[in-house]
């Protein structure tokens, strides 16, 4: 699935922000190096560390991990309402609020790391199943006009951003 048009996402500095991709980068293997980039990070964390957050107001790995899960599944949700012709404008939603009702931290680090997986897999098989008239489907999602092509590069985008932040602020605190 080629990168996104600017017209997908007008007048939107949100969703620019998670669509910063060269036209030779390909979605599908991004999602999937993403996965094992992720994945082999957190799994090379020692006891604790996955509680461990780097700054006073600031998330803990086990619950970023469960951030980027709850995302992608708003992300992908909507991409899947958009492609299905959904003309209402799906809602925004509040991160932050978001996590205090998840409770990630009374979690297990394993069973996080299971449904990432498994919401990642999901995604990754509900992009292979639009076809071309789908993905160039334009919705409104969070107040502005997005094509489901849009969306699916925003997950990509979204963990992006975050695995910068994993291995800028937390990992250096590890060595």
Not at 88 to 111: K, V
Not at 127 to 142: D, E, H, M, R, V
Not at 151 to 167: D, Q, R, S, V, Y
Request: proline share 4%.
């Amino acid at each position: 699935m080629r990168s996104p048009e600017a017209y997908e996402y007008p007048n939107s500095p949100y969703f620019a922000e998670y669509l910063n991709f060269g036209p030779e980068e390909d979605l599908m293997d991004l999602l999937e190096t993403q996965q094992t980039s992720l994945l082999h990070i957190c799994q090379n964390l020692t006891k604790g560390q996955e509680n461990f957050v780097y700054a006073a107001k600031k998330w803990s790995i086990q619950q970023l991990i469960g951030h980027l899960t709850d995302s992608e599944r708003i992300f992908a949700y909507r991409a899947l309402a958009i492609s299905r012709g959904e003309r209402q404008a799906l809602p925004g939603f509040d991160e932050n609020d978001y996590l205090i009702h998840a409770q990630y931290e009374s979690q297990t680090f394993s069973d996080i790391l299971t449904q990432y997986q498994h919401v990642r897999q999901a995604t990754i098989s509900l992009i292979k199943s639009f076809s071309p008239t789908q993905a160039n489907q334009l919705g409104n999602a969070n107040g502005h006009s997005v094509s489901v092509r849009a969306l699916c590069w925003m997950i990509a985008g979204h963990e992006k951003h975050h695995l910068k932040i994993i291995n800028e602020r937390y990992l250096p605190h590890f060595l």
